[in-house]
Structures are given as structure tokens and as C-alpha cells.
């Protein structure tokens, strides 16, 4: 069968910057597939639904169950994406996954928007780059941070455990960036908890944030 999914995104995390378009391709689903996490602002939406949870040991899995289920039933499909499925959401393994499908993508409000709007950058001069998942190529990346930042553009860096807003500042100094270069460090941003650090590099390099940050430079 040819089951109709919608890779969903549903923004980075308050209610209020979950889209109707969001909404609605929740709503019209029959089967959701998500991380817990992922979920938070549209809980209720999904409730009644048949719901695949994908965890850090088992998420390829899920994930590729899900799919054949979806194929085999024909059911209607949600993949959750938290902020917008274009960054850093895994796209391209999921329209790998569901080639064949009738696949669409909702956009969501990400993370990158959330941090750019705290900051007051415009985003066409800013380079957006992703540490969030341990990968081969970060030392390119961490190569083109420094072109990218050389080059006069804002840095926006979704943060992971191999790249934390404190590693990132020391890398910048050690390769040359002024210690009085102001950031904004945004944590949890549209959620209750939401904190945002304007700071400099140097003081960056000597604080902790929630693994759930973005920093701008
Ligand atoms: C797997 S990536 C997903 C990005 C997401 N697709 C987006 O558009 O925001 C997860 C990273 O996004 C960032 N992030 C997501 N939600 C956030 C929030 N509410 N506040 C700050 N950073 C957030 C963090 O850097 C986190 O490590």
C-alpha cells in the first residue's frame, strides 16, 4: 500500500509555535511515530492514536517497524519532528525510509528561529551548523565554523555532547576569535523553563547550559 505521511514538525517545544498546519496533519493521522520528548507540545493531539516511541537503544528500530507497519496497513502517518524537520531532524533517512509513500513536509517553527529572534540576527547572514549528533564530519564542520566566522557571518550552533557552548567558546579563542566576542546562549527557549545568556566568549567558556541550547555567535 501507499500510506500518506507527514514528516511533522511541531516547533521547539511551547504550544504557542505548534502551527494549524501541524495540528491538523496530527490530527488527521491514524499512527504517530516520535521520541517522548518530541511530543510535549502536542500531547494531546496524539492521545487515542496508535503511537511508536523511539528511545536512544531502540530509535532506528522503531523507526523502521513503524515504516513497514505504515506500508503494510496503509495507515495514515505522523513522523514527529521537534522545531522544523529541515535542521538537523534526520530528513533525509526518513524519506529514505518512506520512499514510495506519499510523503509530505510540515514545516515547523526550530530551534535556529527561536535563537535568532532572542539574539536579533537576521538569518541570511548567519551559517547554521549542527553538532547535535556525534559525526564523521565534525571536524569539517568545526573547519567551517571558523571559515564561516572569518567570513564576518554570525555563527547559530545547535550544541551536542562533542560540541557544548563551553567547547565551542575555547575553540573559537584557541583559534584566534577575541575573548570579548558577545553570544547569546538560548536553553529550553519558548518552554517555561526558557533562559537566555548574553555574555562573551570568555565567559561562555566557563559556564554550564542545558544540553537543550543554542548559541548564537
Ligand atoms: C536533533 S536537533 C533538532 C533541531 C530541530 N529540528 C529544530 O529545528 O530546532 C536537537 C537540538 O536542537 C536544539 N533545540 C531544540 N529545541 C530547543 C529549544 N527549545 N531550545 C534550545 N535549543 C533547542 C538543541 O541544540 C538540541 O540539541
Known sequence: MRPK??????????PAQVTP????????SEMVVSWDLNLGPVRELVAGKQIWLQRPAD????????ARAAF??????????IGDPTVSGGLDNLLELYAGAE?????????????????????????????????????????FLLEAHRRG???????????RPADLAQFLMENGTDPATPAVVGSRLTLPEERVDRCTLAEMALREYDWLS????
Not at 72 to 81: F, Q
Not at 214 to 217: I, K, S, W
Open 103 to 143: 510523503v509530505r513536509v510540515v514545516p515547523g517553527i526550530s530551534s535556529v528561529q527561536a535563537a535568532a529572534a532572542v539574539a536579533g540576527i537576521e538569518l541570511h547572514r548567519a551559517v547554521v551548523f549542527s553538532f547535535h549528533d556525534e559525526d564523521r564530519r565534525n571536524a569539517e564542520e568545526r573547519d
Open 153 to 163: 557571518r554570525h555563527l547559530v550552533v545547535l550544541v551536542g555532547p562533542s560540541m
Open 21 to 28: 498546519a501541524a495540528r491538523e496533519a496530527l490530527r488527521s
Open 72 to 81: 503494510a496497513t496503509g495507515a495514515a502517518t505522523a513522523v514527529v519532528r
Open 214 to 217: 543554542v548559541v548564537v555567535v
Open 59 to 66: 530509535y532506528r528500530d522503531v523507526a523502521a517497524r513503524a
Open 5 to 14: 505521511v507527514a514528516i511533522v514538525g511541531v516547533g521547539p517545544g511551547g
